[in-house]
């Protein structure tokens, strides 16, 4: 299957600060990327839909401005949390489609926690 | 009522057994169907995926897919503790989004 690749696995912000998280798609171009959180024993909630080269389409009740997303190649994008707080805390997974496909290969994760 | 309703389980099986993990769904457009596995605090991997109606077979793993009923399976044989994990069904109606919208997930454990 196709690789997505997540970068950090991990990382720990204090309060008030920014975190950039990348996702990559290593063997294939991928023209969407989705950006997903996940808590604790719950399932996937679609946060935005990231197209190559225009703006992000956000899900009801997430705020564009907290959490920029960029798609600047067809194997890049980023999530940006914006001025972090704790309850931002989670799990953060990128996915992208196959080119031409509906399927849809997940990243590895980014597990954020915010002090 | 949400759109994909799937058991959160847990779902406990002897090693060995046959495990049958389901869902229902409301939309008919949807025309995509996946079945994807997690590990604790991993990504979803791609396990099965089937489009429109019918039955799928890899290796252990079978998918079903029944429209009519609005029903899709995933049927496990001879399940091994390296099974153990949350199961996630998710769906997608298709064209340019290809959003995908997903059932709570059902956890799985395989005793040895």
């Known amino acids: 299957g196709a690789v997505v690749s997540q970068h950090p696995s991990r990382v720990i912000c204090k309060s008030g600060t920014s975190v950039k998280i990348e996702c990559r798609s290593l063997?294939?171009?991928?023209?969407?990327m989705f950006w997903y959180r996940q808590f604790p024993k719950q399932s996937l909630m679609l946060m935005a839909t990231?197209?190559?080269?225009?703006?992000?389409?956000?899900e009801q009740g997430v705020e564009k401005d907290k959490f920029l997303i960029n798609h600047a190649s067809l194997t890049l994008s980023t999530l940006t949390v914006t001025s972090a707080h704790p309850e931002d805390s989670s799990f953060y997974i990128c996915?992208?489609?196959?080119?031409?496909?509906?399927?849809?290969?997940f990243g590895p994760g980014t597990r954020l926690t915010v002090l | 009522q949400k759109e994909v309703e799937q058991d959160p389980g847990p779902l406990s099986v002897p090693e060995g057994a046959i495990v049958s993990l389901n869902c229902t769904y409301s939309?008919?457009?949807?025309?995509?169907f996946m079945w994807y596995r997690q590990y604790s605090r991993k990504g979803p991997e791609l396990l099965m995926y089937?489009?429109?109606?019918g039955n799928k077979e890899d290796g252990r793993f079978t998918a079903q897919v029944d429209k009519s009923s609005k029903y899709i399976s995933l049927f496990i044989r001879d399940s091994q503790p390296s099974d153990s994990a949350t199961y996630l069904c998710?769906?997608?109606?298709?064209?340019?989004?290809?959003?995908?919208?997903f059932g709570q997930g059902t956890t799985l454990q395989v005793k040895p």
């Open positions: 996915s992208a489609i196959l080119s031409s496909y509906n399927e849809q290969f």
């Open positions: 063997d294939f171009q991928a023209t969407t």
């Open positions: 990231s197209n190559e080269g225009s703006k992000a389409t956000y």
């Open positions: 939309n008919s457009a949807f025309q995509y």
């Open positions: 089937t489009y429109s109606s």
């Open positions: 998710a769906m997608s109606a298709g064209g340019n989004t290809g959003k995908l919208i």
